[in-house]
């Protein structure tokens, strides 16, 4: 696949962007923008950028020059066409919840989500919004699902943490049929390794927080539209925005509804973090999913683990689709200890590996899973989830190869 942006290659074009839509003192950085209120001298300018027929600032919530310079990095990379951000990743899915469903939509999603995005369905849920979670590995499952209320399919590219890879092509060729909003969170693989436009997404969700950012130092979230969902056939389109053309009728209604109503707003300076981190997006990733591939290889190898969930391993379920998809497998995978093995004792002998339930960082991070982040949903989900007791989740970071491989070799050595 090529992941060039329109005009230049993927890391020149977010290097340069800034600088070539508009030069501040000739920055090379889009500068912080920290004012909440934007004056004008003339109330026909005030009114033009209120009624949306000029571009313009008018209240911090609703956006800043820093953001928006994100927004624009984050719309080449995915070859959309506009980006809203948001304060955090999980902020970007509420946003298109709360602005694009209404009470009645019916609303399918992978059961692989991650665990705050299950959450949160189960609370739209409680508010009237049915939601039907499938093993979205087969577009059949999804298919089975549809009611005459579906609106919207929610699946991520790579689950986390077991690694299941959703069946991206034919649930787009479905959703595109039957003109539902098709929402891929794009966060495990990143532009750099996947475009879901490419699949036919509607909205591309990325947590900027992982690895788009990568230095875990910032918090932020993004939805893209890709352009390719016709939004004449949505219904719940408010009049209003509908005086623009309608490639922009839904982002426009999540960045009025989902954004300046709801006030999860990035500020100028988390934006400028994840902006300055995205410079070297695939440079990083290009490194860590070399480093999971090593350190995956190095574990299924070893004696004290039971199994390796990752798509860049032959006996994957969907290793062949994650091959034909993404430039690259994720940096991201699972692993089970064997029988008899103490997976807190092994943890807790890791020295480089920081035990965090971040991922995404430049760091290897590592948590067992059902302890912590799957903790809540209890042991019976967790069962149907695949989700064992003794499951580690790696988020591989830069680090030297060896030095990673060492660690988890003296950590097992006694396990
Ligand atoms: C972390 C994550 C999110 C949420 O992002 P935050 O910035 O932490 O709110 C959403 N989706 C996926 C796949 C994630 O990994």
């Given at each position: 696949m090529t992941n060039d942006t329109r005009e230049h290659g993927f890391t020149t074009a977010i290097l340069h962007g800034d600088r070539e839509s508009s030069i501040e003192h000739g920055a090379v950085h889009k500068p912080l923008?920290?004012?909440?209120a934007y004056g004008y001298r003339d109330a026909a300018d005030l009114i033009a950028v209120f009624q949306g027929r000029a571009s313009g600032y008018a209240y911090g919530r609703q956006g800043n020059p820093t953001t928006a310079a994100l927004e624009a990095k984050v719309t080449a990379m995915e070859q959309g066409v506009a980006t809203v951000c948001f304060s955090t990743g999980m902020a970007a899915i509420g946003a298109i919840m709360l602005s694009l469903l209404k009470g009645g939509d019916h609303v399918v999603s992978s059961a692989y989500v991650f665990g705050n995005t299950n959450s949160l369905l189960g609370t739209l849920a409680d508010h009237g919004t049915p939601v039907t979670f499938v093993d979205?590995?087969?577009a059949e499952n999804v298919e089975r699902a549809l009611?005459?209320?579906?609106r919207l399919v929610f699946v991520e590219t790579i689950a986390n943490p077991r690694t299941q890879v959703a069946d991206l092509v034919r649930i787009g060729a479905l959703c595109r049929e039957r003109g539902l909003v098709y929402v891929v969170?794009?966060?495990?693989?990143?532009p750099w390794l996947f475009r879901p436009a490419t699949v036919d997404a509607s909205l591309v969700v990325n947590a900027l927080t992982k690895y788009i950012g990568g230095h875990g130092n910032a918090l932020g979230g993004a939805v893209t539209d890709t352009g390719r969902y016709d939004w004449t056939r949505y219904p719940n389109i408010a009049e209003n925005y509908k005086s623009q053309k309608p490639a922009m009728w839904g982002i426009t209604q999540l960045r009025k509804k989902g954004l300046r109503d709801f006030g999860a707003t990035l500020g100028a300076e988390p934006a400028h973090h994840i902006a300055v981190g995205a410079e070297t997006l695939a440079l990083r990733m290009d490194r860590q999913c070399a480093n999971a591939q090593a350190l995956a290889e190095f574990l299924v190898a070893h004696p004290k683990v039971r199994a390796v969930h990752y798509p860049g391993l032959a006996p994957h379920p969907q290793h062949g689709l994650a091959k034909a998809l993404?430039?690259?497998?994720?940096a991201l995978f699972s692993f089970e200890l064997a029988d008899g093995c103490d997976v807190l004792a092994v943890l807790n002998r890791l020295r480089t590996v920081v035990l965090s339930s971040n991922l995404g960082d430049n760091r290897t991070l590592a948590i067992p899973v059902a302890q912590t982040?799957?903790?809540?949903?209890g042991p019976a989900r967790r069962a149907e989830m695949g989700i064992a007791d003794s499951l580690v989740r790696v988020s591989v970071g830069i680090e030297d190869r060896d030095d990673l491989i060492a660690d988890f070799a003296q950590a097992l050595a006694t396990a």
């Open positions: 923008h920290l004012s909440v979205a590995t087969s009611t005459p209320r579906t969170d794009n966060t495990m693989t990143s993404f430039r690259a497998p994720g982040i799957y903790w809540e949903m």
